[in-house]
């Protein structure tokens, strides 16, 4: 039996130089989403392998890499991702936002603001903001080409009718660059407004559903709203019980069985810089 | 409490270690090798060989063994391993006419040149548990050698040289069935695993796409064809298992070079007949085709292609299975069992703002009940 021996960062150049292609189409025009001929990972489908593969594409020996699933370090899959690419590409991790050159994240934006230098990698589990509205993949192609997207301001206007509210909290629909309109990931809205004029490159890899697509540095991102019900980032009205911020997004934990609950920052390496612990990953 | 979130990495470490441990079982057992799973779970060999799309018996037999036996994980584990190999090119077509035939059958026919060969087939056992099998010794481990009306020759040159008539063949001599698309040998090959598959899929992709697709969810929307849910009066026409040369043309050398012979199982089923006014009426196929012997799964192959093939034949298309698009987007199991197992991973972020906005309107809501009882008090 032939050992298998795998490439830098586990894809072959060929794979490398098609997903490469589909990202500077992504660029290009911002908010489209391009299919691109998605490989099978030794991860499952649904754990981030759009966003591993999009990484793989773009890291070179000299990147420094972050990966967090929930805006944390710790949590299991970002373990898992940052362990792959540092056995499959030997490069330099850190759980430090400032210092990593890539960041792959799994439903959060880091609460520091990204630089010029860095590119944040999402990972995406349905890529078509329209999905959940209408299945058919044929129909949503035709209407981002149209622009037709009166069907999500009619179930937008629906929720406020229903509930008073939008009802949707996370995944909340974006207009890029003023054109097409793109699911920003299930990132709680209230990362939406970070993803506007963001001074990073933000690439975004599906990769069970075989598309990528981009938001280049300083593109302008709006969240879909009316005047009378403006967009709202929302998180809960507390402060961190560890580094008592109060402007961070919070992670509830519940502490006993009688309605015990302490909020934390959900993005814990932003939490420890404030609190100056150091710690390693 | 926070903790519960930290030391992700040595959970995860843990975790394989203890994997590891339960794979391998009770190490008074002696440890399975995998000429053992090649040779005496065979079917589980071709399944893995058929929906993990590589040929290769052995890291199948490898991937059954890591897997503990999850067939859909061995799957995935082949899947991953594939995928990093370099392509060359493709293949030229296999000949099945050339098959050199273990088991054939046609339920179309009740004899046929060539004849019916039931060959190694479950299809007449009474599905009785045979308690003999869980004694390992070793007169209960040798089956009775098979005796015919003619020799039969177990070899692997049995039957070699005698290739039999395809019944569609002998059906389209007739023009009683329509005829196979005719090939264009200069076409590119579309390939599924190296394009993002669009839509409308021509038939060969759906076929590719059918071919490593789940063999339980296409067996669940062959029968549902059966039900009536976009019914197509199918007979199996033949079902053939054997072995197929495999050859690659080299184009330094001009010709084909002949590269190996794989074995294949392949269904022709007859459907429902078609006529128009410019032509007359004639059955229509649905085809099957895999890796190895999944007999089952070529027979629902051939039973949903034939479903699929309901836009381009101009029949009505109301059911699951003549839906391309909800067919071929959730056949494939490596996809299926990631997205529905991902739900393991946590989503505390959305929860969390779903949990935010319930609350506050639940608070909207009490505060709006609370009002007219305080009105009346005053």
Partial sequence: ?281 | MYVAVKGGERAIDNAHRLLAQKRRGDPAVPELTLEQISEQLALSCDRVMAEGSLYDRELAALAVKQARGDLVEAIFLVRAYRTTLPRFGSSEPIDTGAMEIRRRISAAFKDLPGGQVLGPTFDYTHRLLDTGLGESSPSAETPPHPTSLREVDLSPQAGRGEAMPRVTDILGDDGLIEPCPPGDPDAPVADLTRAPLAFPAGRELRLQNLARGDEGFLLALGYSTQRGYGRTHPFAGEIRLGEVAVEFMAEEVGFAVPLGRITVTECQMINQFRGSATEPPQFTRGYGLTFGHCERKAMAMSLVDRALRARDLGEEQRAPAQDEEFVLSHSDNVQATGFVEHLKLPHYVDFQSELVLIRRMRAEIAAAEAAPHREAAE
Wanted: hydrophobic share 35%; aromatic share 8%.
């Fill in chain 1, 1 to 281: 039996m032939n050992a298998p021996a795998y490439n830098f960062a586990y894809l072959d150049e060929q794979t490398k130089r098609m997903i490469r292609r589909a990202i500077l189409k992504a660029i290009a025009i911002p908010g489209y989403q391009v299919p691109f001929a998605s490989r099978e990972m030794p991860m499952p489908y649904g754990w981030g392998t759009g966003g591993v593969q999009v990484t793989a594409s773009i890291l070179g020996p000299d990147d420094v890499l972050k990966v967090i699933d929930q805006g944390s370090d710790d949590t299991t899959n970002a373990v898992s991702i940052r362990k792959f690419f540092a056995k499959t590409a030997g490069v330099r991790t850190t759980t430090h936002t400032p210092e990593a050159s890539v960041i792959q994240t799994r439903h959060r934006m880091p609460e520091t603001p990204l630089t010029e230098d860095q590119i944040i990698v999402f990972q995406v589990p349905i890529p078509e903001p329209l999905r959940f509205l209408e299945p058919r993949e044929t129909e949503t192609r035709r209407m981002h080409a149209l622009a037709d997207y009166g069907l999500m301001h009619v179930k937008l206007y629906e929720d406020i009718a229903r509930h008073g509210h939008i009802a949707t909290t996370y995944a909340y629909p974006v207009k890029v660059d003023g054109r097409y309109v793109m699911d920003p990931s299930p990132t709680p809205k209230f990362d939406n407004p970070k993803m506007d004029d963001c001074a990073a490159l933000q690439l975004f890899g599906a990769g069970r559903e075989k598309r990528i697509y981009a938001i280049p540095p300083y593109t302008k991102v709006v969240s879909l709203d009316f005047e009378d019900h403006p967009f709202e980032a929302s998180r809960t009205p507390k402060s961190c019980a560890l580094c008592g911020a109060d402007d961070t997004y919070l992670d509830e934990v519940v502490t006993d069985d009688k309605g015990g609950r302490l909020f934390v920052c959900s993005d814990s390496d932003y939490c420890e810089q404030r609190r100056g612990t150091e710690t390693s990953a």
